[in-house]
């Protein structure tokens, strides 16, 4: 079965401090894989996705992700965290069903991220 | 652009009640969904459709409708509430690749 786990509730970080959320994944074939953020009280707003290529993906606000796939993973980074980064990440993956032809994501149940002062 | 908007933002519905969200997107987008996102439970895939005229039902659909008669919009049924449909809801939508959201709509359903 396809899914994808995001095995912290929450990342306590010190700002300053390099912070990781991490994010494993299971499906058939190549993934294709997300991260979006999403503050209090609004929507999700994409960061990052890894398709092809260069296994560093460097997204919005100075995040960055990791695609291991002998780890089947694709960890959220930032070298120095702001309290600003202070929100809700999910972690998503292609629905490979039918090809992916029906553009589904599949969710994780999503990391808080507190970044202390 | 406005991307992707929803209506109405707040609802408050008694059991038994109906009512219909509004998802609209002006990027031209083929694809669209909602989901809906309670606490510990992440986002679930209510219904979809990938072109004008197409709808399919995803991870939770009991309970809803949807129609998707104009490209631009999507909407979401409800056509006789119940508590457990108090969430917040969401719409998205894509040309195949990361999809894109809406502002939410805050339903209860009392």
């Known amino acids: 079965a396809q899914s994808v786990a995001q095995p912290e509730d929450q990342v306590n970080v010190a700002e300053g401090n390099p912070l990781t959320v991490k994010c494993t994944y299971s499906?058939?074939?190549?993934?294709?894989l997300f991260w979006y953020v999403q503050y209090p009280n609004r929507g999700l707003q994409f960061l990052l996705k890894?398709?092809?290529?260069?296994?560093l993906v460097k997204g919005s606000y100075g995040f960055e992700a990791e695609f291991n796939k002998s780890q089947t993973s694709f960890h959220l980074k930032k070298p120095s965290a702001l309290v600003s980064d202070s929100a809700l990440y999910f972690c998503a993956v292609r629905d490979m069903n039918y090809g992916g032809a029906t553009n589904k994501l599949i969710f994780g149940t999503g990391t808080l991220l507190a970044v202390q002062p | 652009n406005a991307g992707v908007t929803q209506t109405p933002k707040f609802r408050v519905l008694k059991t038994g009640q109906s009512m219909t969200l509004l998802c609209a997107q002006d990027?031209?987008?083929?694809?669209m969904y909602w989901y809906r996102q309670d606490p510990g439970m992440g986002l679930r895939l209510i219904h979809y459709?990938?072109?004008?005229?197409?709808?399919a039902k995803g991870e939770v659909p009991d309970g809803y409708n949807v129609s998707r008669l104009k490209k631009q919009n999507f909407l979401l049924g409800l056509e006789s509430a119940a508590p457990s449909q108090t969430s917040v809801y969401f719409c998205a939508s894509s040309t195949g690749g990361e999809q894109y959201f809406g502002p939410g709509t805050r339903l209860t359903v009392t």
């Open positions: 459709s990938v072109g004008e005229g197409t709808t």
């Open positions: 990027m031209n987008h083929e694809y």
């Open positions: 890894y398709i092809t290529g260069d296994n």
């Open positions: 499906v058939s074939g190549n993934p294709y």
